[in-house]
């Protein structure tokens, strides 16, 4: 459970800084008047359309902690038979990261007002992204193939929830990200609301390339030191 | 919490960023069905934890029945029994108190509170609310699939769960598993809705503290709430898997029946981990908005601004934090290092410091204050002393040494019910009575809602007072019967009688409150827009109960904090959060 509670710990110094930027050592009752006259009261949609995705990718990391929690202490006990890890997943990982670095120059064409330059990044991203959960479903295939798809085996039950819950997140946002590239083909040029789309899909895309390297470190067995090492400092 | 940076939206110049766009619904379905309307949303969540809690009530009647009465419904055998347990235990802590303090009393109260016209998603307000439903349907279903609903108790520990002959092992299981995965993607939409309004959709002049501490309260709650249920997910998930394609993430090698199983090497130590680090916070989950409510309640009717507001707010945002480090003093029994033990039993004991701050302050508030014997106040003053009897057993409970014998024994159970079912009941009920007015326009009637509020509270006493004694005796929890045993000397027969018969009229009683839910919605006394004279928001809308928008065609603007009763020179006791300072003294 160390993952979880170092993400819970992450988690809480966010917030620490947050909330030590919101006056809590105020008095309230001494204070008559509007004090914060600066702020714009106005909800305006993208700070929060920002903010709600920020905190659904807090729920989601929680989510992949404590799955990552799950993997390493079972990994940690007698009976663990690592899997070979198919060489396509290296591809795969390639790919992701050329779907992020395809949404990260979309919202740049996004803000420099280039519709031409966003539709082929974004067109881009989808093609990559597509190929990245393909090439999961080979590396499925080819590890059921040699005979590990089996109940029976903790590598390779985890193995196949971990990689089936990312791909799940990836599909929830390939939708959006749908919904997006439509709607770029269809404005002549770039609406504020198109730009923040492309901005929340960029996010969202980092976030998942960022959760697959960890989970693919921890598939490759790379982060088995690390994860000694914590348990030797708990014990 | 949410690390999105303030300045993230800075390349957008204001001119092009469009308002918010407020939801207007077109026809009856949209208005009071398919509603985006927070206040909609809000009741209709209302209802359907009530309606759920209603069955587990009459399933916590059955359970005592055959506690007091062994063999007296032929019907309840030690299956039945499970089945019972299980249900009961599920629908309060999660579809009925969870719902109800996040999905209704947040929904309706932290649009009002803050000065906002709704919610900031609507939409996906209206699918949690929908989600929320199909949850309790699915769960409800688990009553009629063959088999009946699952008998595994209410915390599913594996390897027992999906084992067969535990009672609804067929079906049971599953229909238990998917409907708390429904209920977890419909409480994660409305969850982000109440996080992101808090922080985007207050009204000008509303900083964080002025808020109401009930706004606080559901606040923490829900941020935990988010963090927390993940760890639910994961496990049902895992358990599913187990459940029906045979992996074996929770499933030990075992021998079922003199027959070897295909299991092989899960951990069922995983998924108690997993599930208390889920079932700690909840506790919590559950008990901050019953905080912050309360702390509301009281000041109000103590016409006294609430003692140590800073520290209250500080205080609940400790408890939060530290909610997540003591999740395996649940787990004592099931053995560890006793290291560890030490650390979880530090931890928890930690936590009495926060929450004995919140009981001072309230005492503190009251002391002085000029008390008005309403039925909210009734509820609130109720909630306190019930809390403090239940978080006194739970310091017994949170040693290793004290726990070991007394974990698995009646003991557990009255301290449980003390401290996280009757306390947090009180309060939903102290708020209902003093939310009423502002949702329908009319009071509860006052003699049914004092009848009520002491039938409930006396009795609760006489339920669970005696059953600690019960659980010092050394009589265990979910047996079926405890006849025949030596050590269990016959009197406690005699007792557990007793506590059935009050079971039944203190359930009854609930019926008392039904009624006047539903009769005063059409002849109870009209009670204007702010019966209370209360200060915060919710109280001052142009209408009551307040229209679609909340707040006519211009916005409250928010001068002074959430507790300014009885203040020296001002010609009312209550200064209203909205009202301008005079000009003459400012």
């Not at chain 1, 064409?109 to 519709?115: I, L, Q, V």
């Not at chain 1, 966003?118 to 597509?130: D, F, I, P, Q, T």
């Not at chain 2, 809705?193 to 002049?205: E, S």
């Not at chain 2, 009255?414 to 102290?430: D, E, Q, S």
Request: aromatic content about 14%; glycine content about 8%.
């Amino acid at each position: 459970m160390i993952v979880i509670v170092l993400f819970m710990v992450l988690m809480a110094m966010l917030a620490g800084w947050w909330l030590s930027h919101q006056r809590l050592a105020a008095k309230p009752w001494l204070e008559v008047g509007i004090i914060d006259e600066a702020r714009d009261s106005r909800p305006r949609s993208p700070q929060i359309a920002k903010i709600g995705l920020g905190a659904f990718l807090a729920v989601a990391g929680s989510l992949f902690a404590l799955l990552i929690s799950a993997y390493s202490m079972r990994m940690s006990m007698a009976d663990w038979r690592a899997l070979p890890m198919p060489i396509g997943l290296w591809f795969n990982t390639g790919l992701l990261m050329l779907a992020s670095v395809a949404l990260h120059s979309a919202v740049i064409a996004a803000r420099c007002d280039e519709p031409g330059n966003l539709r082929s990044a974004l067109l881009a991203a989808g093609v990559c992204s597509l190929a990245f959960l393909v090439g999961q479903v080979l590396a499925w295939r080819e590890l059921a193939a040699a005979g590990y798809f089996s109940a029976a085996n903790p590598a390779s039950a985890f193995f196949y929830l971990v990689t089936a819950i990312h791909g799940l997140h990836m599909l929830g946002g390939l939708v959006v990200l749908g919904r997006t590239t439509v709607r770029s083909f269809a404005a002549p040029q770039v609406s504020g609301a198109l730009r923040l789309s492309v901005e929340l899909c960029a996010i969202y895309w980092h976030f998942l390339l960022l959760v697959w390297l960890v989970l693919f470190s921890l598939l490759m067995r790379w982060t088995d030191d690390l994860i000694e090492m914590c348990r030797g400092l708990l014990s | 919490m949410v690390d999105v940076p303030s300045d993230a939206a800075a390349p957008l110049s204001t001119a092009e960023v469009e308002d918010v766009e407020l939801y207007h619904p077109r026809s009856w379905i949209t208005k009071y069905v398919f509603s985006q309307d927070a206040k909609i949303i809000a009741i209709q969540y209302s209802l359907t934890a009530l309606a759920i809690g209603l069955v587990a009530l009459v399933l916590s009647w059955l359970m005592r029945l055959q506690l007091g009465f062994p063999g007296l419904v032929s019907f309840i055998d030690p299956e039945r029994y499970y089945q019972l347990i299980t249900m009961h235990g599920m629908i309060m802590v999660i579809y009925l108190l969870t719902a109800l303090f996040l999905g209704g009393f947040g929904n309706y109260l932290i649009p009002l509170m803050l000065g906002a016209r709704d919610m900031v998603f609507p939409y996906a307000n209206m699918l949690s609310y929908w989600i929320y439903l199909l949850a309790v349907l699915v769960l409800v279903a688990g009553f009629f699939v063959p088999g009946g609903a699952t008998g595994a108790g209410w915390t599913l520990y594996p390897p027992q769960a999906i084992l067969a002959n535990t009672p609804g092992q067929s079906w049971g299981i599953i229909v238990m598993l998917v409907s708390l995965i429904l209920f977890i993607i419909g409480f994660t939409m409305g969850g982000l809705n109440y996080v992101v309004t808090v922080l985007q959709g207050r009204a000008k002049g509303m900083t964080l503290m002025r808020m109401p501490l009930t706004v606080w309260g559901i606040f923490t709650a829900t941020v935990m709430a988010l963090l927390a249920f993940p760890a639910l997910f994961v496990g049902a998930v895992m358990m599913l898997l187990d459940r029906l394609i045979g992996t074996s993430f929770f499933m030990p090698a075992i021998v079922a029946l003199g027959e070897q199983l295909s299991y092989r090497g899960g951990s069922p130590i995983l998924f108690q981990h997993l599930f208390w680090f889920f079932g700690h916070p909840e506790v919590y989950i559950v008990a901050l908005p019953a905080f912050g409510i309360v702390s509301d309640l009281i000041s109000t009717h103590a016409r006294k601004n609430i003692f140590g507001y800073r520290m209250m707010v500080w205080a609940l945002v400790a408890i939060g934090a530290l909610s997540f480090v003591v999740w395996a003093h649940h787990m004592y029994v099931s053995g560890m290092h006793p290291s560890f033990g030490f650390f979880f039993a530090t931890t928890t004991l930690i936590i009495a410091i926060p929450t004995a701050i919140k009981v001072y302050n309230w005492v503190l508030t009251l002391w002085r204050g000029d008390i008005h014997f309403t039925v909210p106040m009734l509820f609130a003053l109720g909630f306190i002393v019930t809390f403090v009897n239940g978080g006194l057993t739970g310091l017994f409970l949170g040693n290793v040494v004290v726990d070991v014998p007394l974990s698995d024994t009646m003991f557990v159970v009255a301290h449980f019910h003390m401290v996280m079912g009757v306390a947090p009941i009180l309060v939903i009920f102290g708020a209902i009575y003093h939310w009423y007015p502002k949702v329908t326009g009319r009071m509860l009637d006052d003699a049914l809602g004092k009848l009520h509020f002491w039938v409930t509270f006396l009795g609760a006493y006489l339920i669970f007072f005696p059953m600690h004694y019960i659980g010092l005796m050394g009589v265990p929890r979910r047996y079926h019967e405890i006849s025949d045993m030596a050590f269990v000397p016959a009197s406690t027969a005699t007792l557990n009688g007793f506590i059935t018969i009050v079971a039944l009229i203190v359930g009854a009683a609930q019926l008392v409150f039904v009624f006047n839910l539903a009769w005063s919605l059409k002849r109870g006394r009209p009670a204007g827009g702010n019966p209370w004279r209360a200060t915060t928001l919710e109280w001052q809308t142009p209408e009551t109960p307040p229209a679609h928008g909340n707040w006519g065609k211009t916005l409250p603007v928010v001068y002074r904090w959430a507790y300014d009763y009885s203040v020296p020179g001002a010609a009312e006791d209550f200064l209203p959060q909205n009202q301008p300072p005079d000009p003459r003294t400012a």
